[in-house]
């Protein structure tokens, strides 16, 4: 059973402060998805997900949101800045490199899950190879056809002497598998990781198309093998992961990888509000609208080559988002406009937002700064009224200079225990430091009150 929009919402709570309106929507996207999936495979085809637009200053939570939304959901996901791509005609990246990067992502997704399915059998393969290299089984002759007779006595000698090998390779297996062997050189022999690759310039630009000459002209040439001296462990390690890649199906990968995109992928289309706007007909701003003309197809529903195959763009889930301060929504081409049905207004955050921040989320800064500093032998702590002065910093600092957002706070905390992580390493005696309201405020103060420092500084 999939998620429900509220089991959404609760899981990108665990991250994510406020913003319940973007939270909701991307839930609803989510489950919809299920839903689909669910019904006729006739109407399967024309439900299209309904693709969502963020409006919101910069460090509020929309790529995050976006991102914790393709965790919870197992889907590929990209985000790409569309103030990178060009209008075709002009020198750099085309826009359909988006869904050739989400197709990339994707097959490692999948190579991911296919090899964790192989991993006893693999390192079963392993182990062998490794004990092939310590104590090799001697190879039978082979005596041609006209030579029917045998010597018995020989045969009854080979045979003794294979059985007392097997007996001494069955006793080194037992040692590899209890570690006993695990610092022990061996010289292993690997592929080398070196595929010849070509640039190919396609009509829609300069696209980077790697193309695998091995792939191409199958085993007419041998693939190329290294010699290496390892520990056995790291042997293990390398020779279980090229057994495990030699047990999957390649095809069967892309194929996974290319119904994975089509039914689940996400794009992020951040800094949207870039290209909003109308040409000034020359320098860096005159192919904007070239460009929404060129990801309309693509969001509207396309088919789009990659080197792995054809990907239709039909169902993949598109979150546009855009700070919109220059520009609004309705400066983007219509047909534009109409494939981002939905629009959510971001909020931007205020002092009880940033104390949630440092306290509440599972990644919380605070949490992130214990852990560091703890590596080290020092314990710290904030007290409540020391968080409260934090976010009260951070948020009057983003009120006098530039609005980033819980970006800010980032700054805030590596200023606050810059002394704190300078000393650490040094600082035997005291192992357990309070950070107090008095702390905060002789460590930030003086940056605050000073604008034009504050600026450089914060």
């Known amino acids: 059973m999939e998620l429900t929009p ?14 319940n309106d973007a939270k909701k929507s991307v ?9 689909r999936k669910l019904v006729d495979e006739d109407l399967q085809e024309e439900i299209i997900p309904k693709n969502i637009l963020m409006i919101g200053p910069t460090g509020v939570g929309k790529t995050e949101i976006a991102r914790r939304l393709a965790n919870i959901a197992q889907a590929p996901f990209i985000k ?3 103030t990178k791509f060009t209008e075709v005609g ?27 399915k192989v991993q006893i059998e693999a390192l079963q393969s392993a182990q062998e190879r490794v004990i092939d290299s310590l104590l090799p089984t001697p190879g039978k002759d082979n005596k041609g056809p ?55 310039f396609t009509g829609q630009g300069s696209e980077e198309m790697g193309v695998n000459f091995n792939d191409m002209l199958g085993d007419m040439f041998p693939k190329k093998k290294k010699d290496r001296k390892v520990k056995i462990k790291e042997a293990i390690e390398i020779l279980q992961e090229e057994e495990a890649k030699k047990m999957i199906d390649d095809e069967e990968v892309k194929a996974k990888a290319v119904d994975l995109v089509e039914n689940q992928g996400i794009i ?42 054809a990907v ?51 990644n919380a800064l605070t949490r992130q700064y214990r852990s560091l500093l703890k590596t080290e032998g020092l314990d710290i702590s904030f007290t409540d009224n020391a968080i409260r002065e934090i976010a009260e910093f951070a948020y009057e600092v983003n009120e006098q200079t530039e609005n980033i957002g819980a970006r800010r706070l980032h700054t805030i905390m590596e200023k606050l225990l810059e002394d704190l992580s300078y000393n650490a390493p040094d600082n035997i005696k005291n192992n357990q430091v309070a950070i107090n309201v008095e702390y905060v405020q002789e460590q930030l103060s003086e940056v605050v009150k000073d604008k034009d420092l504050s600026k450089y500084i914060l």
Not at 6 to 19: A, C, F, R, T
Not at 279 to 290: M, Q
Not at 318 to 329: E, L, N, R, T
Request: aromatic share 6%; no cysteine; hydrophobic share 35%.
């Open 312 to 362: 239709k763009t039909d169902h993949i889930l598109f979150i546009a988002a855009g700070a919109f301060h220059m520009s609004k929504p309705s400066d983007l081409i219509p047909e534009l406009q109409g494939r981002f049905p939905l629009r959510v207004e971001l909020n931007s955050l205020t002092v009880d937002d940033f104390e949630q921040i440092l306290l509440q989320p599972r």
């Open 146 to 200: 006209f030579q029917f007779i045998s010597d018995e006595d020989e045969d009854k000698d080979k045979s003794e002497s294979y059985q007392r090998i097997q007996r001494r390779r069955d006793k080194l297996m037992e040692k590899l598998k209890n570690g006993d062997l695990d610092d022990r050189m061996i010289e292993i022999s690997v592929e080398k990781k070196s595929p010849q690759m070509l640039e190919l």
């Open 6 to 19: 509220s089991q959404i919402v609760e899981k990108l709570d665990q991250y994510i402060i406020g913003q």
């Open 90 to 116: 002009y020198v750099g990246r085309d826009v359909e490199s988006m869904v050739r990067d989400l197709i990339e992502y994707a097959i490692r997704m999948v190579k991911e899950k296919e090899i964790k």
């Open 268 to 309: 992020f289309l951040d800094e949207i509000d870039k290209i909003a706007g109308q040409d000034k007909g020359s320098g860096p701003d005159v192919s904007r609208e070239g460009v929404q003309r060129d990801i309309l197809p693509i969001v509207e529903g396309s088919t789009v080559m990659t080197k792995h195959g």
């Open 27 to 35: 839930a609803i996207a989510l489950r919809n998805r299920y839903r």
């Open 80 to 82: 790409v800045e569309v």
